[in-house]
């Protein structure tokens, strides 16, 4: 898909920095737009614009320094900074962000990306009209930066039963990657969920994207796969072990996986 860049307006800092943008879809852009869609935020206002990616700082920071880091490089020629933050409530989040006018513009005026809160978004057209190298690459940003990966005991003692849930507040674009996963042959079902918010006590409604099963676990990793370590380390735990036990995270994958 070629983009239109006519209309693209960018800031003299731009200039300076030598920014570029895409004429054409790619693996590597289609890889940023899923990550933007999972954590990234888009800012823009008083002349502001910003672009922010919130990891959590105990396992996403190799991932956001060694990987995201490097594709924004490519793709537009610019160098994010990524830095750890700690809330008063001691929360710590690595987050990458950067500011230009021609980039931010570019994400929302020809992909079509949301500012703001992501309370309604959708599947840009160019994934849908992508090729299923670029589509895949989509997915895998998506799922490194907002899935999760439970191994269920179901008939047995152990937790050996894989299931991707990506949770999202949009059932319309739940329903979107339904149907993005069936175009390259992955079957999934859809779930209404619940979640609970303790600290403030409110209950938020959406629903959950569920891959579930070893033989689409393998299909994925296959012709997906992982760019977060924190995803990886649970795949190979269970791949030697046979199961994953419970809060496997990085540092205790390790720990397994050199026994």
């Given at each position: 898909?070629?983009?239109?860049?006519?209309?693209?307006?960018?800031?003299?800092?731009?200039?300076?920095?030598?920014?570029?943008?895409?004429?054409?879809?790619?693996?590597?852009?289609?890889?940023?737009?899923?990550?933007?869609?999972?954590?990234?935020?888009?800012?823009?206002?008083?002349?502001?614009?910003?672009?922010?990616?919130?990891?959590?700082?105990?396992?996403?920071?190799?991932?956001?320094?060694?990987?995201?880091?490097?594709?924004?490089?490519?793709?537009?020629?610019?160098?994010?900074?990524?830095?750890?933050?700690?809330?008063?409530?001691?929360?710590?989040?690595?987050?990458?962000?950067?500011?230009?006018?021609?980039?931010?513009?570019?994400?929302?005026?020809?992909?079509?990306?949301?500012?703001?809160?992501?309370?309604?978004?959708?599947?840009?057209?160019?994934i849908f009209s992508a090729n299923k190298k670029e589509i895949y690459r989509f997915l895998r940003g998506l799922a490194d930066t907002d899935f999760s990966i439970k191994f269920k005991t179901r008939y047995k003692k152990k937790n050996y039963y894989p299931i991707m849930i990506g949770y999202f507040s949009s059932n319309?674009?739940?329903?979107?990657?339904?149907?993005?996963?069936?175009?390259?042959?992955?079957?999934?079902?859809?779930?209404?969920?619940?979640?609970?918010?303790?600290?403030?006590?409110?209950?938020?409604?959406?629903?959950?994207?569920?891959?579930?099963?070893?033989?689409?676990?393998?299909?994925?990793?296959?012709?997906?796969?992982?760019?977060?370590?924190?995803?990886?380390?649970?795949?190979?735990?269970?791949?030697?072990?046979?199961?994953?036990?419970?809060?496997?995270?990085?540092?205790?994958?390790?720990?397994?996986?050199?026994?």
């Amino acid at each position: 898909m070629r983009f239109n860049l006519k209309d693209v307006k960018f800031s003299k800092y731009d200039f300076i920095r030598k920014i570029s943008l895409p004429k054409d879809l790619s693996p590597e852009l289609s890889e940023l737009i899923g990550i933007i869609m999972g954590d990234g935020n888009i800012y823009m206002k008083n002349k502001r614009y910003e672009l922010s990616i919130t990891g959590d700082a105990n396992e996403d920071v190799e991932y956001h320094g060694n990987h995201i880091n490097p594709i924004f490089k490519k793709v537009f020629n610019i160098n994010p900074v990524t830095k750890i933050r700690i809330f008063k409530d001691s929360r710590r989040c690595v987050i990458t962000k950067f500011e230009s006018k021609g980039v931010i513009s570019f994400l929302t005026d020809c992909i079509g990306l949301p500012k703001g809160k992501k309370s309604d978004i959708k599947v840009p057209k160019c994934i849908f009209s992508a090729n299923k190298k670029e589509i895949y690459r989509f997915l895998r940003g998506l799922a490194d930066t907002d899935f999760s990966i439970k191994f269920k005991t179901r008939y047995k003692k152990k937790n050996y039963y894989p299931i991707m849930i990506g949770y999202f507040s949009s059932n319309s674009f739940v329903k979107q990657l339904k149907g993005l996963l069936n175009k390259i042959g992955f079957s999934s079902h859809i779930e209404k969920r619940e979640k609970i918010d303790n600290k403030k006590g409110k209950k938020y409604y959406g629903s959950s994207i569920n891959i579930v099963g070893k033989k689409n676990f393998d299909k994925w990793m296959n012709k997906v796969g992982f760019a977060n370590k924190r995803h990886i380390t649970r795949y190979k735990v269970w791949k030697k072990l046979g199961y994953c036990p419970p809060y496997t995270n990085i540092e205790r994958g390790e720990l397994i996986l050199i026994r």
